[in-house]
């Protein structure tokens, strides 16, 4: 019986050994899934999930035959934790980073863990230095903590987050934006994770703020045209309203995208849109990667808006009209109506750079060769070719045939252009801040064929607000709306033909041969012998009242003055003058020594205008209808034409 009892404690022994080996063997497996899910992570470079809801993600190995049981217990395991990680992601963030979390987030001490670091974010103020020069804002980036709603006095607090505040040297007296609270009258640019942001929203009860989020993705995604699109409220603003919205547009930065626009920001009560606190350039975004949110904010003044409380009876009696019609003045303003100046902000939040590796792209990309800045002087005497234009978001468009769009500067202060088939004139001036204006004035006003890029060469000029070289030697036009014209150096211009100074000439005007474009189908000479030009359009001359003329002969450009006396005498006097070689066939050489020969003119009874040279030639212009002469640009009207 002994022995039988024995071997009954034995076998006992062994089989509870067995179980606790099994049992260790289960919970080492379990260990080193853990660790192979820790070293995976690693290895990818995996971003730690943000803190507020972490999610944990268990890594399963294919059991084997010799293991199975070990296998199915920690496949158990797997399940368990599996189970409970999908019960806190709710709130992780994720591809869609407006889901609403299933359930309360908890406080955590490190709940700012996803914010980013001061040096993972970069922004450059350069384009409101003002003058051109370089005194810009200065910036400084801050980690805020940020305070639950539970902990804040006003019950809203605000999320942790990466704060850029700065400081204008030109005004050290303003403050710098308050880390804890938004105020709208301090330039600021605040990044929040979306996965926290989230977190504060709901617990918060905001559904409003979880909504717009989601509307804010939605339209960036979807990108309708603004004047179908509505911008949603800021929802790292609390209980805010946007009273009203203008000049809305999108807009890239680095490693995401965003839109900007135009806002008056209100609370429960409405108020007036003054200077003192009226208007802002509000910039919502998302990064690429969908886990942060970044909002913009600048405060703007309005040489169109009233000063105190001048509008208060206005908007007391119909506040939707009053907000209406203030929403319109801001669409309608021209961009240096508006202080900073709409396109100078658009490209400082375009230049923002989140996230390492945006960081190290915008710094190569600050190291290449910048345009430097140049006057009209300095780029005188040379004929400009326009190639194409891009925007500050990095898109271009080409131009099809650059060599009929031309731009020629004189030392004179007045410069000349070829826009497809239209020629005209203007004057040029710097003012003392460096800001460029051209000022077309005469054109002609043919109608191109279709395809042709003449209305928006047209547009380009008026909103020249700068000009650079590149390291190529290519002209640079910086426009008002930011982006920016391209000219190729296609050789010099004569300049060495100064015409005299103008002089009105009334006789001219009451003859009836001035303000009209006149085309040249060629001449007869003295002997009879007749030269025709297929395409006349292409050889156009144009004389004005106050003594000036243009002209196009080909490829080339050029300006001068004439006389002209009751007898009938014409003279007209050589001026600057392009000198590209056109195709083969051009008949520019003896478009410009028929003109140079012109000694009268006669305005026949139908209004057909006939030119002789001193040697007994002659020339039936065509008359292709009159010119526009210092007029405004309208709307949808490139330079009035």
Excluded: K
């Amino acid at each position: 019986m002994a022995n039988t009892n024995e071997a009954g404690t034995h076998e006992g022994r062994r089989v509870t050994l067995a179980w606790i080996v099994l049992a260790l063997q289960i919970i080492g497996l379990i260990l080193l899934l853990l660790f192979a899910r820790d070293r995976l992570a690693a290895m990818f470079g995996a971003e730690p999930a943000a803190t507020i809801a972490p999610t944990a993600v268990a890594a399963v190995a294919e059991p084997t035959a010799d293991d199975a049981p070990a296998a199915d217990a920690a496949t158990a395991a797997a399940d368990s934790a599996a189970a409970t990680a999908d019960a806190e992601s709710a709130a992780a963030p994720t591809d869609e980073p407006t889901a609403e979390p299933t359930a309360a987030p908890e406080e955590s001490a490190d709940a700012a863990a996803d914010v980013l670091a001061p040096e993972d974010v970069v922004v450059d103020p350069s384009s409101l230095a003002p003058n051109g020069g370089v005194v810009a804002p200065e910036w400084l980036a801050q980690l805020v903590e940020g305070v639950p709603p539970a902990e804040a006095e006003d019950g809203v607090g605000i999320p942790p987050h990466l704060l850029l505040t700065f400081n204008d040297p030109a005004q050290p007296e303003l403050e710098l934006a308050a880390p804890n609270s938004i105020d709208l009258n301090q330039p600021q640019i605040r990044i929040v994770p979306i996965a926290t942001l989230l977190a504060w929203l709901q617990a918060r009860g905001d559904t409003a703020g979880q909504e717009a989020l989601e509307e804010l993705q939605s339209l960036l995604d979807e990108q309708p045209p603004a004047d179908e699109a509505g911008a949603p409220v800021p929802p790292i603003l609390s209980d805010a309203t946007q009273a009203l919205v203008a000049q809305l547009g999108y807009g890239e930065f680095h490693d995401g995208q965003g839109v900007g626009y135009v806002a008056h920001v209100t609370g429960e009560d409405v108020t007036p849109v003054t200077n003192e606190s009226g208007l802002n350039y509000v910039y919502q975004g998302i990064t690429a990667d969908g886990r942060h949110y970044v909002f913009m904010a600048w405060p703007m003044d309005a040489d169109f808006l009233a000063e105190g409380e001048a509008d208060a009876d206005a908007l007391a009696a119909d506040p939707a009209a009053y907000y209406d019609a203030v929403a319109a003045q801001v669409e309608a303003a021209a961009d240096d109506e508006m202080s900073p100046a709409l396109s100078q902000l658009r490209r400082v939040a375009g230049s923002l750079a989140i996230g390492a590796a945006a960081v190290r792209a915008a710094a190569d990309q600050a190291a290449q060769p910048r345009p430097t800045a140049a006057t009209p002087e300095e780029a005188a005497g040379i004929v400009w070719n326009w190639t194409s234009s891009r925007g500050g978001d990095g898109d271009e468009t080409s131009v099809e045939n650059p060599q009929n769009y031309a731009l020629v500067f004189w030392p004179d202060g007045s410069f000349n252009f070829m826009a497809d088939c239209n020629v005209g004139r203007g004057d040029y001036s710097v003012a003392d801040d460096g800001t460029l204006s051209l000022e077309p004035g005469a054109m002609t006003r043919a109608a191109c064929d279709p395809g042709s890029q003449d209305a928006e060469f047209l547009q380009t000029l008026p909103a020249a607000r700068g000009l650079a070289f590149d390291e190529s030697g290519d002209l640079i036009l910086t426009l008002a709306d930011g982006r920016e014209a391209i000219f190729a150096n296609t050789g010099q211009a004569d300049t060495a033909a100064d015409a005299a100074a103008p002089e009105d000439q009334p006789a001219a005007a009451d003859a009836g041969f001035t303000g009209i474009n006149l085309h040249w189908p060629g001449f007869t000479a003295a002997d009879g012998t007749t030269v025709a030009v297929e395409n006349p359009e292409d050889y156009s001359l144009v004389l004005l009242p106050d003594g000036t003329y243009t002209l196009r002969a080909d490829c080339n450009v050029g300006a001068g003055t004439f006389t002209y006396d009751d007898d009938g005498a014409l003279t007209l006097l050589p001026g600057p003058l392009t000198m590209a070689a056109c195709p083969e066939g051009s008949q520019s050489d003896a478009f410009l020594n028929f003109l140079s020969g012109v000694d009268g003119v006669s305005v026949a009874d139908d209004g057909a205008v006939t030119m002789t040279t001193a040697d007994g030639g002659s020339a039936t212009f065509v008359n292709a209808g009159p010119v526009v002469a210092d007029e405004e640009p309208g709307a949808g009207d490139p330079l009035g034409a």
